[in-house]
């Protein structure tokens, strides 16, 4: 009777022990996976900024250009460089994106791309500009940046569904909601949005 007695402590024990370890494997895999996929978000963002501030970069030396050959297109001119100082003054915390903030970012880039698009109008006028040695490379390096930025913003884009959807997903959106993981805010996709802009020099 005292063995029957014993076994079934031990019984007992070892299946509440066998449940802890089950919820404990759950909760951890869980959490774990959570942190990837919020880490994976912010480096992406990282990238996005990155190539954002490559086409940054040129801009300087592309107005330089121009200026060299269109020095009365002041008022374009002047435009470009204010969409760029706009648009490299808007910085977001990657670890605390905010549906504001992105918009306010995307806002400032939109922006500058219009202000490029001006410019470039300007630079049909002016066919030796056009022929410029240094200008044909700022323009194949802009073109490739602005393709870089499409194929980052797709994959920011693609990261950041991929996270919402999994603390989302039962039981991980108990553990989310447990440890802090929120929704992270997407760019909204504007018509094309998904192919280059093309930039005509």
Do not use: C
């Not at 919020?38 to 300087?60: F, H, K, S, T």
């Amino acid at each position: 009777m005292e063995t029957k007695s014993i076994n079934r402590k031990w019984i007992i024990i070892g299946v509440v022990v066998l449940v802890v370890l089950m919820v404990y494997g759950s909760i951890r895999g869980s959490y774990n996976t959570l942190v990837t996929l919020d880490e994976a978000v912010e480096g992406q963002w990282a990238q996005v900024e990155n190539v954002y501030q490559r086409r940054a970069d040129l801009i300087p030396n592309l107005v330089n250009v121009v200026r060299g050959y269109a020095a009365h297109e002041r008022e374009t001119l002047e435009g470009v460089v204010e969409a760029r100082s706009r648009a490299t003054s808007v910085n977001v915390d990657p670890t605390n994106l905010s549906p504001e903030a992105l918009q306010q970012f995307d806002q400032a880039q939109q922006g500058l791309s219009s202000a490029l698009s001006r410019l470039m109008v300007v630079v049909e006028r002016y066919p030796d500009l056009k022929a410029n040695q240094n200008f044909l490379e700022l323009q194949t390096q802009l073109e490739g940046t602005e393709n870089r930025i499409a194929n980052e913003r797709r994959k920011f884009i693609e990261l950041t569904r991929d996270y919402n959807t999994n603390i989302r997903r039962f039981p991980r959106n108990i553990y989310a909601n447990m440890f802090g993981f929120d929704r992270k805010p997407n760019f909204e996709a504007r018509p094309g949005a998904d192919t280059a802009p093309v930039i005509e020099f």
